[in-house]
């Protein structure tokens, strides 16, 4: 099939002129990882793709004898179709055994979490500002959350080199119900308390004075990865039920996640986006007094005779300013319903009718 | 940028979407030869931990031969919490009450609560203020 | 009748005189709103038929999305400094779906590899032509090849420049999400994936193998 329009279009990776100006092609086409050594027929055909890096699966007869693995699936209370040597993979984060580890199941559960994380979000909280959205994602979802996720389904780390295993005459099935991401050489690292020594990955990750240890992103890939090998095994469906269960019934505090710089500024942008056309005022309600030892000051915000918010203060300043962050809260935080007073429902529900609003978008101030 | 998000990490709520039992395993230790372990020993071989063990398959239980009284170790995910019990000179079916009674605990010390609730979420009703009073109705100073 | 409370400074009769600036932009001055409202092709924003006519073109009866909602799918943040409904959100919806739907679709396809499980290839996942399929240069292509960026408001600080290095590229891309986004939106899920499988994968799929030989080439 002919594109028109695309010989128009340049798409080489030399850099274009343009008015007198050079610019750097600024698009970088997403490279392979040489790593996996991966074969294919023809680019796009999806089924050849194989890395030829990893050689073997663990047999499911196998995997079904470690207590471990069957613990955790009994725990985790997943369907009878879902098989252990798929757990066992989705705990395996080494790279050079040949052993198939977790890349590919960590992306389709990355994929899927970030569905249904922000579809929940796009439609529960449609007026979020991009920043607290994106914040939120990453309190349902991100590594920290995942990793407090992974800990409570009680998945066991595997910290013991070979020949520790091999001298306290362990059963070798224990291993494939672990959480393998040191490889030998690290497990017999010598420690020192108070001290920690990062490796690759996690200078990668730091950010002022915190960074991820791998561990945590072990464990948070591993649930990642759950997630996607019930996709796999069991359908959408039963993995939406999963992140429904699992993730997004974790509490977050919302309200707390937002720090406003200019907030009587950003107030007066949104009553202008919102085509409010009478003035704001912020108005005093009520007082204990100037002369009480404490005194007290209620301040209500409003938009002609409406009411957007309350706040109290010990000063009138303060009550000001807590009573514009507070009309900009219940502005940002709201939540629509439907006619019978029930959350509306979202795009991946059965017999989906739009009810609530979409969000409009930020406004720059 | 209007408006700066601070970071956050959600917060657990065990049993609320599902429940993931705590108790992830328990390692019992006990001794071939010594009195104290009479009970455990009888507990191994007349079946009764086959059974709970078949029943609760969220648990991984490891048996361990040692000299020394019998002790029963319960690991939980909550927190990584270790709770270490001993279980010397008990018949088999109190060993297996104590197996019970501490795979089915989340973790957390006990405690007496002396309020009416204990919850991280708002009050619904909101606290009540003088200041909403109407005028007529406030205290004066 | 009782007699309504009005404050007292709302009943004084409200007045002020403002210079409404036209031209270049002089730090200070209200720009005219007039000007802010245009394009800078020209092109006034309006809920009128004319604006969204690609977009609705595109569509077809069975996809079709409310009037408005169009107009807030070629409306970029950039534009008159977000006071107008704008894409980020729809973005945000629709970005989502795609990579969802797109992990789903490949994996699916018929495979002999004997590590897949389920009969799911995953080894195709995180490689560079299935990641790309959803990527901004496929999709900003995608764009201008379906006429769809024709009509959109948005704003750059040199409109000169060439497709890729004015932003246009990465705009476009964005009207693309946010088109699937308001079809979630209005339809649900499993018609915004219909949507993707009739109307954007084929294209899609054929500009990400040219961008991959031209890639070629070049080496």
Known sequence: MMIKGLTSIKLSSTSTRCIGRTFARSYQVAQPDPFFKTEYDEIDNYGSYKNTRFTHKLPETTAQQSPLLVALHSRLNLPNKYEHSTLSQALNLIKNEGLANNFGLNTLGKNLLTYYVSEYLLMRYPRLPIPVFNEAINAYMGVDSLYEVGKSWGIEADVTSKLDKHLSQENELLKYGRLRFLEDSEKSKITEDGIVELNEYESRTIQGNKFISSESEAYASSVRSIIGGLYTHCGEESAKKFIYDHILSRKVEFESMFQFSKPTRELTRICEKLNLTEPISVRLIAETGRLSSHAIYVTGVFVGNQKLGEGVGSSINESKTRAVVNSLLSYYLYTPIDESGNPIKLPSDVNYKFEGIVGEGDVAI | MPVKAIPKVSIARNGVGTLVVPCNKIQIQYCNWGGSSQGVRDLLTNGQLNNFASNNKNIFIEVIKKSGHPTATFHYSNKDKVNEIDIKNLKFNEVLKKINEYSQRSGNELFKWNHKVLSINQSTRGIWSPMHEAKSDRYKI | ?219
């Open chain 3, 1 to 219: 009748m009782m007699k309504q409370f009005i404050p007292r400074n709302l009943l004084k009769s409200f007045q002020r005189n403002i210079y409404l600036h036209r031209g270049s932009r002089i730090s200070g001055l209200k720009k005219h709103p007039e000007e802010v409202f245009t394009n800078y092709k020209g092109i006034k924003y309006e809920d009128i038929d004319s604006n969204t006519q690609y977009i609705n073109e595109f569509l077809t009866d069975k996809f079709k999305i409310d009037n408005k909602l169009a107009l807030q799918v070629i409306t970029h943040k950039s534009f008159a400094n977000g006071i107008k409904p704008h894409n980020e959100k729809l973005v945000a919806m629709g970005s989502r779906v795609l990579n969802l739907f797109l992990v789903k679709h490949v994996t699916s396809q018929q495979t002999t590899n004997e590590l897949a499980i389920n009969n799911q290839n995953l080894d195709i996942l995180g490689q560079p032509f299935s990641r790309e399929l959803s990527g901004r240069l496929s999709l900003g292509i995608f764009a201008k090849v379906e006429k769809l960026n024709t009509i959109m408001f948005w704003n750059t600080y040199e409109h000169g420049l060439s497709f890729e290095n004015s932003g246009e590229l990465k705009v476009s891309a964005n009207l693309v999400y946010a088109l699937i986004g308001a079809i979630n939106f209005t339809h649900g899920k499993t018609v915004a994936e219909e949507f993707i499988k009739e109307k954007v994968l084929p294209q899609v799929e054929d500009i990400t193998k040219k961008i991959f030989d031209s890639e070629g080439k070049v080496e």
